[in-house]
């Protein structure tokens, strides 16, 4: 080898980042290949927290699987459990009266914001801001405690069920969340001008870690990552479910597909949670919470559908088949992060370390929910 | 219209003679698609590309065993973001050849969602760059979503 082959960019290095690394909130590893602090490739080693959640759905009855749909992404986890519930009912024909459905949206839109706050703190510890987190878990403890008093848990419900929810909410549920409300909007103020106006903060997340709309749309990203490169799409809007069509509220879009976009979805959609919320709690019917005659053990009719819901973090889906048993014949998991993450490699190619460290973080990844 | 369109591409480039043609439009709260198609194994690439071109992104591929017909069976889930509508495409293959075209390289996503039906089920893409085990440990040589894996 001559002198010349050997300048200093034909010397790369591999870096491990992970199984155990803070940055990866999980354990994930990123095999990356480095040209000093630049990275030549990124390839994501994933499935250490894999448990095989689609033979488990196979292998036990329908009631007995409602528990397993909250520990896929246990930072959302009504949002997955509504997917299936919901699925299921669409496959065995079950209706849910009114009063059931405005429930699960209050709570599945509070369990929104607790993981956009979740995920705020956590983003903002990974560009080394301790702060935040502090005032972020502050406001998520009130979330958890509300849907603490009704569904049981804090973090991984199982509170809805096929035909309804367990649970009849309570005025002190109603007020609880009410006065949550006007607390959080009072923060938001807050957040933008200790975070969002922060010149250290603008700096690590403007131009940084750029997803093109086209890029989303070849590696089927959706949820925050697809609406910060400028797509409209969101499953409540495009594919209404639910009671969502009754209620006023508006898909924050930013065109600019850096961490910043991303950023400032997340941030838009914690307000118009609030609103979804508010307006949930007006017009809640009176009535039952369950549907009558539900059977215990379901046997849906032989066939197939599929559901999806908007998660936290973008499309959640469920494809469920019945040959008519008590048992799914098969149940496929389609995981947001998933898809989301698969485009990291891609995009992460030619940056800063650091950089990409940002744009790990703007994904807003749960691994256990990568691995299922 | 959009249903035209795609029926058009389809049949350009994806049913040709041989195949019986069928799309069929279905409810889609009763079954979360708009469109529903089988294509020849063969052609799942085509198909994707044809999907591809009607601004469709892939959302998921499952992979499915009926073990009695003694076929094994992938479905495609594409959606439109502009619109939302959803259409799925069906292919399947024998379970003793389960091998067919990668679409990876239309779809760059597909690469996860294929090395994860490879192996769940053991199907074989033909043409994709990295087939190793995704989810499952990396000497993994058995899949669990078959019927008759006993484990």
């Not at chain 1, 649970?167 to 949550?180: L, P």
């Not at chain 1, 065109?255 to 949930?280: F, H, K, T």
Request: hydrophobic share 40%; aromatic share 10%; glycine share 8%.
């Amino acid at each position: 080898m001559s002198i010349d082959d050997q300048s200093i960019h034909a010397e790369t290095f591999i870096l491990n980042l992970g199984p155990q690394h803070p940055a990866t909130h999980g354990v994930l590893r990123i095999k990356l290949t480095m040209d000093g602090e630049y990275i030549v490739d990124a390839e994501p080693v994933i499935g250490y927290g894999h448990r095989m959640h689609e033979k488990m759905g196979e292998n036990r009855s329908y009631a007995k699987f409602l528990p397993n749909a909250s520990r896929m992404d246990y930072v959302g986890a009504l949002l997955n459990t509504h997917c299936h519930v919901a699925a299921v009912e669409r496959l065995a024909g079950i209706t849910v009266p009114e009063r059931a459905e405005f429930i699960r949206v209050i709570t599945a839109e509070l369990n929104r914001v607790s993981s956009h706050l979740l995920w705020m703190g956590a983003f903002l510890v990974d560009l080394g801001a301790f702060t935040p987190l502090l005032y972020t878990f502050d406001d998520r403890e009130d979330i958890l405690d509300l849907l603490e008093s009704i569904t049981g848990s804090r973090l991984t419900y199982c509170y809805y069920r096929f035909g309804g929810v367990c649970n009849d909410i309570d005025d002190d549920f109603i007020a609880g969340t009410r006065s949550f409300i006007e607390r959080m909007r009072s923060r938001m103020p807050m957040y933008h001008s200790l975070v969002t106006e922060n010149i250290i903060f603008r700096k690590r997340c403007e131009g940084i870690g750029g997803v093109p709309a086209e890029t989303c749309r070849r590696y089927g990203a959706t949820g925050p990552v697809l609406r910060g490169s400028g797509v409209c799409y969101d499953v409540r809007r495009n594919e209404p479910y639910s009671v969502y069509p009754l209620f006023d509220f508006s898909v924050p879009v930013y065109p600019e597909g850096d961490c910043m976009a991303r950023y400032r979805v997340r941030m838009d959609e914690i307000v118009e949670s609030l609103r979804i919320v508010e307006q949930a709690l007006e017009r809640i019917p009176a009535g039952p919470v369950m549907a009558e005659k539900v059977p215990l053990i379901l046997k849906p009719a032989r066939g197939e559908c599929y559901f999806n819901v908007e998660a936290a973090r973008g499309s959640f889906g469920m494809r469920i088949v019945s040959d008519g048993l008590d048992a799914p014949y098969r149940l496929k998991v389609r995981s947001p992060c998933f898809s989301n993450f698969s485009l990291f490699r891609e995009c992460v190619r030619g940056t800063l370390l650091a950089d990409a460290l940002a744009f790990l973080g703007s994904l807003d990844l749960v691994i256990p929910e990568i691995d299922r | 219209m959009w249903f035209d369109d795609l029926k058009d591409g389809f049949s350009e480039s994806v049913w040709q003679e041989d195949a019986a043609p069928y799309l069929v439009e279905t409810n889609h709260a009763a079954r979360g698609a708009d469109l529903e198609t089988t294509v020849p194994a063969e052609r799942v690439a085509d198909a994707a590309r044809v999907m591809y071109e009607a601004m469709f992104s892939l959302e998921a591929i499952t992979g499915m065993d009926w073990i009695v017909e003694g076929r094994m069976e992938l479905v495609y889930d594409y959606v439109q973001f502009s619109s939302g509508r959803r259409v799925t495409v069906r292919a399947s293959v024998p379970r003793e050849a389960p091998g067919l075209p990668t679409v990876s390289m239309i779809y760059p996503g597909a690469e996860w969602h294929e090395r994860e039906a490879r192996d769940f089920f053991g199907f074989i893409f033909i043409g994709h760059p990295d087939p190793t085990p995704l989810l499952l440990p990396e000497d993994a040589d058995f899949h669990p979503l078959r019927k008759d894996f006993t484990g």
